[in-house]
């Protein structure tokens, strides 16, 4: 019988291995079929990561898939757990959509490579100044490029069972360029991951996709009020998926 602590680390082990290996087996692959870096290459990149689960025992439940049917641009966002997170992104992303990144990300080799090559969009995190000027190029480009773009408004992983206050940038973006922001929601994963326990087990994550929050008209004095009723609603909807009926009530 091996310790928690080791059968943890093996397990976290392998799935750091399978992403890097993985990567620098697709990495040509998308250089082949799209020839560079393009979110076209993120159909390749998903078909991948989605058999990832079944190393796991990972299921997941999904529910609202119809609320990324809108026309145009969007902004989504989502609560962000773990490293593991990038299986639940794959399993719901919508086509032509770029995720925004810490640019630390770059330098973890094939992964880096691969998450370079299907687009995402670096930012400094410790630099709002630089952080908002990349934004603010995004928030044109979204529109005649027609992508959508994923942010996780937390800014870092969180795998409390509950949501950090959100940063604003996502919702600056969704104004600028004035298109809908769609919630996402992952629950809990507490109950089979805990790095602190050393608890990574088989287990069920419910996704659900809520309805499109129009901005159409909004300025950036609205910024705050639709960033607070963001966080109100993906905050109900985690305690609810998670199971917290009673949390859920307060924080309504
Ligand atoms: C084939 C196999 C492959 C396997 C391998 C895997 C492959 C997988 C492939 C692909 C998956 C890729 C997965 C990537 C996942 C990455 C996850 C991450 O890295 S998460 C961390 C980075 N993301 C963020 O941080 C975004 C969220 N953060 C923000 O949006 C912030 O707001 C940010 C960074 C823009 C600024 O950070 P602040 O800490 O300064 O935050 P604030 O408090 O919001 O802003 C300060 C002031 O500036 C204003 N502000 C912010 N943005 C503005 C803007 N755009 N315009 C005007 N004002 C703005 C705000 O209103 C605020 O001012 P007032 O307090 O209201 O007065
Ligand atoms: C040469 C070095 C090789 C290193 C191999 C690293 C392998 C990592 C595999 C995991 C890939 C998963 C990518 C998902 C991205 C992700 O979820 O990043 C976390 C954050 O953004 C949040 O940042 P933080 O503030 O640190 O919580």
Redesign the pocket.
């Known amino acids: 019988e091996l310790s928690p602590a080791v059968n943890f680390a093996l397990r976290i082990s392998f799935y750091c291995l ?3 290996v ?2 620098a ?2 990495a040509p692959v998308c250089l082949l079929v799209n020839g560079g870096r393009t979110v076209k290459n ?1 159909r ?2 998903k078909t ?2 989605k058999t ?1 689960k079944y190393f796991f025992g990972l299921r997941f439940e999904v529910k609202g898939l119809e609320n990324f049917k809108v026309e145009g641009p969007a902004i989504i966002v989502s609560n ?1 757990q773990s490293i593991l ?2 299986m639940g ?2 399993e719901v992303l919508p086509d032509d959509c770029v ?4 640019k630390e ?1 770059m330098y973890t080799g094939s ?1 880096g490579l ?2 370079y090559l ?1 687009g ?1 969009i670096f ?1 400094n ?1 410790k630099s ?1 100044t630089s ?2 000027m990349v ?2 190029e995004v ?1 044109k480009t979204m529109t005649t490029e027609n992508v959508k773009v994923w ?7 969180n795998c409390t069972g509950d949501l950090l206050p ?5 919702f ?2 969704a104004v ?1 360029a004035q298109v809908p922001v769609i919630p996402v929601v992952y629950s809990s994963f507490t109950t089979f991951y805990n790095p602190k326990k050393n608890l990574f087990t088989s287990g069920k994550i419910k996704v659900e996709v809520l309805p499109p929050i129009e901005t159409k008209g909004l300025t ?1 004095d609205d ?2 009020d639709l960033t607070d009723r963001c966080f109100r609603t993906m905050r109900e909807t985690l305690f609810r998926l998670s199971g917290h009926p009673s949390e859920a009530k307060e924080s309504s």
């Open positions: 399978l992403c890097v993985s990567s087996l697709t993120m390749i990149i991948v990561v990832f962000h997170d990038m992104l794959m995720q925004v990144g810490k990300l992964v691969i998450i299907g995402v930012i995190r709002t952080a908002k934004m603010a928030a942010v996780y408004p937390e800014g870092t992983r959100f940063k604003k940038g996502a600056h973006l600028q950036s910024v705050s």
